[in-house]
């Protein structure tokens, strides 16, 4: 039965919920895909969610194990990939991501087709992946990726483990080896998922040191781990899983050590260097440039799959908050709120509830646009590039570094968000969502590493800057900047010569061009004021490195540590302006869709529905780092006031849509999780049976009466007995 509560907030909505669900599936034929494959997982017993809450970390973990075995099962008996030009690799399919989203839990395998099967296609040869594909594709082989280390991390060079060239004379295997080692405990490798428990082999990244003693850097080696008759740890190798964690459990993020380990000469990945039977090193001539930027690409789209994957989690969390908060009543309405009588008020039309959750929500749509674009880009790119693999400049070494530096803005500005977006959204919950069965809590815990894998967020802003200030001194050396202006960070340009224009020539000083508060919710003049923020924010990185060198006297790396704070700051502001950009381009391009085709495209009630959303993201956004608006003087007292009541009435607009608005991330109460957030509404009696099924409750008296609570209630021993103390 449909909760009241619920039924009125549908039937306040102003647009079609299967229209904005078509879109962030892709297409109609995409949705309903989509729920045909919900469905065959769902109704699959193996893959029940029901009781993981109650079950230990080792269960819980071979319970996911089993349901990673019966995807691939049913993904064989369902034909998934069968007729795909990579001849059956199932995560080549679009039907896999899908598939994986209806599990709704984390699979101990993942590790091999997000990292591992990428890896072989990007850096081995030909040869190697004829050898090496067929038996991941099959399962026979299960990779993970090991980079860090114990001791490191980021800092890839300072890697420690070895892997040193051994001929065929010196007691190696035919054709030559390299013996592969952890020379000191800090150079274990720590922290790769499917590592601990799961996988047979790993891509290792290590320094290679050739036939003649030199050292040639770093480079990746397969490295097998298990026997594929046993599973038993192969000599040498130390593998184990490195215990609880705050989220994620089901993985076995590992902990390897080689003790001189030896693997074939061929187990280099050496699709652009190799090291002969001699162990003479060197870079494969014919490896185009071309081929180099394809293999960089690959490992780019694992951002823009953490881009979509933060819109993905943010909207399951304000599904569950939004429902429940349209459900919870609280309060009286009218001027005595204390009176026992009248229409108790939702918790959803309390503004600071509405300010927590509809901004979240706004942001999660938000995050879908550009992680949509990201992808898209660079999927364009590799297909080029794939197309003309001896033409370099297919694309230019700006359009290269400038990808990276949008991707690592952006996955670091949207996992913050959506971290601290979960955490909020729970504690909007009350006593409520600090329960399991809420789906919140895990929801949280399991999202958290997505701020530090792939770059902890605190360290990415330096690798954003060295692009963007590197684009700078070009402008400010009158140097040529079109290869720039093709790119995401070329979008400053104009910006940033206004400023430094203003600067030198003493112009007028540049200013937000907002006269009411109406021309505050302006999307043009929003995105014209974080265009200016970014641009005058990176130019004062500028400054100040320059001058703590030139007139400080500071060495380089002191002055770049100084400016790590503004850094951070830096490439938020710039995340934010490509946020907002994508959100308003993609719905232009819907927008244009529908002029030119009636059966494709959003409707004026669709993109009016969006249009109030990515407004509430720009004067959100803008209300939340006023501070930097405002301290050149771009925005004016008046002007920010003016920003203030404008969340306020952004709110007012997507209030009656908020409730629709999350249905339309069409995410079934199986994937959900959770008995707050439920498509009926029917919290209470979920949240009763949910505890009902706890085994605390399984039994009457409960599990720790005998024998430890009986002898205080029965037998006494805290009688109080008036004894004197004998101290």
């Known amino acids: 039965m449909m909760n009241p509560e619920l039924q009125r907030e549908r039937s306040k909505a102003t647009f079609c919920v299967a229209a904005l669900t078509n879109l962030l599936d892709g297409s109609p034929q995409q949705t309903q895909r989509r729920r045909y494959l919900e469905g065959v997982i769902a109704q699959d017993p193996v893959f029940s969610n029901a009781d993981n809450i109650y079950l230990s970390r080792q269960d819980r973990h071979v319970r996911a194990v089993a349901k990673a075995v019966r995807l691939v099962e049913a993904c064989r008996k369902l034909g998934i990939a069968a007729n795909s030009t990579e001849e ?30 990428p890896n072989i296609i990007s850096l081995c040869d030909a040869q190697q992946q004829a050898e090496w594909l067929p038996l991941c594709r099959d399962f026979r082989m299960i990779g993970c990726y090991a980079q860090t280390e114990l001791g490191h991390g980021s800092n890839i060079r300072a890697l420690e483990t070895t892997a040193t060239f051994v001929s065929e004379a010196q007691g190696g295997m035919p054709g030559g080896s390299f013996v592969i080692h952890s020379p000191t405990l800090t150079s274990a490798k720590a922290w790769p998922g499917t590592m601990g428990r799961i996988g047979t082999h790993a891509m290792v990244i290590a320094q290679l040191m050739d036939g003649q003693g030199i050292h040639r850097g770093i480079h990746n080696f397969l490295v097998p781990l298990r026997s594929t008759e046993d599973h038993k740890p192969l000599p040498g190798v130390t593998a184990i899983d490195l215990g609880p964690k705050l989220g994620f459990n089901n993985i076995d993020n590992g902990f390897c050590r080689f003790d001189h380990v030896m693997i074939p000469r061929r187990n280099m ?69 204390n009176s026992s009588h009248g229409e108790e008020m939702q918790i959803l039309d309390y503004r600071q509830q509405q300010h927590r959750l509809l901004t979240l929500l706004a942001y999660s749509y938000c995050f879908f646009f550009s992680g949509k674009k990201v992808l898209h880009r660079l999927n ?39 971290t601290d977006g979960l955490e909020d959204c729970r504690k909007a919950c009350g006593g409520h969502g600090f329960l399991q069965s809420s789906g919140l809590p895990e929801l949280v815990c399991t999202y958290l590493h997505h701020a530090t894998v792939e770059g902890d967020n605190h360290m990415l802003p330096q690798q954003v800057l060295k692009v963007l200030l590197k ?9 040529d900047t079109n290869d720039y202006r093709k790119c995401d960070c070329g979008l400053l340009i104009p910006s940033i010569m206004a400023i430094l224009q203003q600067q030198t020539q003493g112009t007028t000083p540049i200013q937000c061009r907002a006269r009411s508060e109406q021309d505050m919710q302006s999307l043009p003049l929003l995105l014209t ?16 490195i320059q001058t703590a060198i030139k007139k400080n006297g500071k060495s380089p790396l002191d002055a770049w540590n100084d400016a790590l704070l503004e850094m951070g700051r830096t490439t938020h502001a710039y995340a934010q302006y490509l946020l907002l950009r994508n959100f308003v381009a993609g719905i232009q391009e819907e927008e244009e869709e529908k002029a030119t085709s009636r059966d494709t495209g ?36 008046q002007q920010a006031r003016w920003v203030r009541s404008s969340v306020l009435k952004l709110l007012d607009l997507v209030r009656p849509n908020a409730v629709a608005l999350v249905d339309a991330f069409d995410i079934s109460d199986f994937r959900l999780k959770s008995v707050l957030g439920r498509y009926d509404g029917d919290v209470y009696p979920a949240l009763l049976e949910a505890a009902m099924k706890d085994p605390l409750n399984q039994s009457e008296p409960g599990p720790g009466y005998e024998p430890h609570l009986k002898r205080l209630i029965k037998d006494g021993v805290g009688a109080y007995a008036c004894t004197t103390s004998r101290l």
């Not at 684009?471 to 140097?479: E, I, S, Y």
């Not at 004021?529 to 005058?536: G, N």
């Not at 959003?602 to 930097?628: F, H, K, Y």
């Open 88 to 117: 059956g690799l199932l995560f080549a399919s679009e039907d896999w991501r899908m598939l994986l989203n209806a599990v709704a839990d984390d699979l101990p395998l993942a590790l091999h087709w997000i990292m591992f099967v």
């Open 269 to 337: 990945a050496m699709k652009f260097s190799e090291v002969d039977e001699h162990g003479t090193y060197r870079k494969k001539k014919q490896a185009s440039k071309a081929a180099s930027k394809i293999a960089y690409i690959t490992m780019m789209q694992v951002r823009a799959y953490m881009i979509q994957e933060a819109s993905k989690h943010l909207g399951m969390a304000c599904t569950i908050a939004i429902r429940y908060s349209a459900v919870r009543l609280q309060g009286y309405r009218g001027e005595n709120n």
């Open 380 to 418: 364009e790119m590799e297909a080029n590039l794939s197309s003309s693999p001896n033409n370099s400049t297919t694309m230019s070494k700006e359009e290269a570094t400038d990808i990276h530096a949008s991707s690592s803005a952006l996955k670091c500005c949207t996992s913050t968000i959506a």
């Open 471 to 479: 684009m700078v001194q070009t402008l400010q050396a009158g140097g």
């Open 529 to 544: 004021a974080f265009e200016h923020r970014a641009a005058r924010l990176l130019l004062d990185v500028a400054q100040q």
């Open 602 to 637: 959003l409707g004026p009630d669709e993109i009016q529905v969006l249009t109030n959303l990515a407004t509430l993201c720009g004067v959100s956004w803008m209300e939340r780092g006023l501070g930097d608006f405002v301290e050149d003087g771009y925005v004016t007292a």
